[in-house]
Nanobody, 115 residues
Framework: QVQLVESGGGLVQAGGSLRLSCAAS????????MGWYRRAPGKQRELVVE???????NYADSVKGRVTISRDNIKNTVSLQMNSLKPEDTAVYYC?????????WGQGTQVTVSS
């Protein structure tokens, strides 16, 4: 059973920084992609950034230049460094891993940015 365990998140003032981390464990084969999604209150879940096994990245326009994803293929971990945070970044952030035809999700971690 694949599990994704997230850490980080919390409350930060606008302009501040946070780092989220996620570790995958369980019956893991080859992870094609890992990434982060978020769901803001009253909105649908949206992609923040994803990284392929070869290192290619796909950032949402709303976070480009402020967010950096890093992935360790040996440890099966992915981290998200978020800088210059804005109140509109407030959301529950979910770690994601694509293995075969399956999408796996973490439990989510709250990020709140105060103005």
């Amino acid at each position: 059973q694949v599990q994704l365990v997230e850490s980080g998140g919390g409350l930060v003032q606008a302009g501040g920084s946070l780092r989220l981390s996620c570790a995958a464990s369980g019956g893991i084969g080859s992870i094609q992609a890992m990434g982060w999604y978020r769901r803001a209150p009253g909105k649908q879940r949206e992609l923040v950034v994803e990284v392929g096994s070869g290192g290619s990245t796909n950032y949402a326009d709303s976070v480009k230049g402020r967010v950096t994803i890093s992935r360790d293929n040996i440890k099966n971990t992915v981290s998200l460094q978020m800088n210059s945070l804005k109140p509109e970044d407030t959301a529950v952030y979910y770690c994601n891993a694509v293995i075969g035809w399956h999408y796996y999700w973490g439990q989510g971690t709250q990020v709140t940015v105060s103005s």
